[in-house]
């Protein structure tokens, strides 16, 4: 597990501070100084971030003991993925704001440009798509790291989900919508590397269709309707959605396997998923089994949770504790990691040095 420190270790020069990986064993190995706050990580452990001065927005390329400030992202930067090899690394520049389409929907968007490069040569860019680029529906690599899929807006309101791939650009899906998600990401791809996503009420898996108006069964108020999370199941069986505070399993043959409360967050292995809901008014993680009793895990929960690639673990680290807390698929206790600072939830790197980061948010 790839960790950083929050900003209130960067406070106190005594903390360490940078990027860690953190084992589910209680193993803690610095991988990257404290001057940059990583956004984005390869299993090698770059990273691509921002200084830890927070008037400094220019994205950096920090691998062992270089940092370097991506071409054209000297004046700030957005929306960094790095390739899970490390290799290539995305990002978006241009001019952000605040986009609010109706009373009830507010999100940011960059207008500019998205660009790929190699990171042995950055001088080796290319500029992929200039449009709209909503930071909730960042550029996301596909396992293997040889195509990228984004969304882009050219002319409202037609946002086109689209797969960069070895220098060719092909749209996916066409969605007529203010924005895809103004909270977490409408699409994700699979360890297959079939891409999920999110059109209207409906949902695909790679060309599969599971069922017309399928989401119809989250049943969605009007001011939920654009906060979105949608994440497969390590073994590629099952997709879970979400619409603001409703959450539904759905089998690939287009078969509803639950419909839970709350906002999704990450799979719990194979056989559940977890999800931020409220016990009476307070936050807290639950862990959504496809048959069985829901479980609280923990409450007064606002942090990421992030799931281990291969379905092994899942991992947060409690509100302001100098901890993380490894749990097993069944949700009973693996390990809690104590740290010398308050950590930041990066991502999960699993065998073949394969990433993955949350998928949901609070």
Not at 196 to 212: E, I, K, P, S, W
Request: glycine share 10%.
């Amino acid at each position: 597990m790839l960790v950083g420190s929050a900003p209130t270790s960067r406070a106190h020069p005594g903390l360490p501070t940078g990027l860690f990986r953190v084992t589910p064993r209680g193993k803690v190995q610095t991988l990257l100084a404290g001057d940059v706050s990583p956004v984005s990580v390869a299993a090698t452990g770059a990273a691509v971030g921002y200084p830890p001065d927070p008037h400094s927005r220019h994205l950096v390329l920090a691998a062992s003991a270089s940092r370097t400030v991506l071409p054209h992202a000297e004046a700030g930067g957005g929306c960094a993925a790095l390739s899970p090899d490390g290799s290539l690394v995305a990002y978006v520049t241009g001019t952000s704001s605040y986009v609010k389409p109706s009373r009830h929907l507010l999100y940011t968007r960059i207008q500019g440009t998205l660009w790929v490069a190699e990171t042995a040569n950055l001088d080796r860019l290319r500029a992929v798509q200039a449009g709209s680029f909503a930071t909730s529906e960042c550029p996301q690599w596909s396992p293997t790291g040889n195509r990228l899929a984004y969304f882009a807006q050219q002319a409202a309101p037609v946002w086109a989900l689209t797969v960069y791939d070895h220098g060719a650009v092909h749209v996916v899906a066409n969605v007529r919508t203010p924005v895809p998600s103004a909270h977490d990401r409408s699409f994700a791809w699979s360890r297959e590397g079939r891409l999920a996503y999110m059109r209207g009420r409906d949902l695909f898996v790679g060309r599969r269709r599971l069922g017309r108006q399928i989401l119809n069964r989250l049943s969605p108020r009007a001011t939920t309707e654009y906060n979105r999370a949608l994440a497969v199941s390590p073994n590629g069986r099952l997709v879970a959605a979400s619409f603001g505070f409703r959450t539904g399993i759905f089998r690939l043959d287009g078969t509803v396997a639950r419909i839970t409360s709350g906002h999704l967050r990450d799979w719990s292995g194979n056989a559940g998923v977890l999800t931020n809901g409220l016990d009476g008014l307070i936050p807290t993680l639950f862990r959504v089994p496809v048959r069985g009793r829901v479980v609280a895990l923990a409450r007064h929960f606002k942090t990421p949770v992030v799931a281990d690639p291969g379905g092994a673990w899942f991992a947060y680290a409690p509100v302001a504790k100098k901890q993380l807390v490894f749990r097993r698929p069944d949700g009973s206790l693996l390990r809690t990691v104590r740290l010398a600072f308050v950590p930041e939830v990066v991502a999960a790197a699993g065998k073949g040095g394969r990433i993955n980061y949350p998928h949901g948010s609070y």
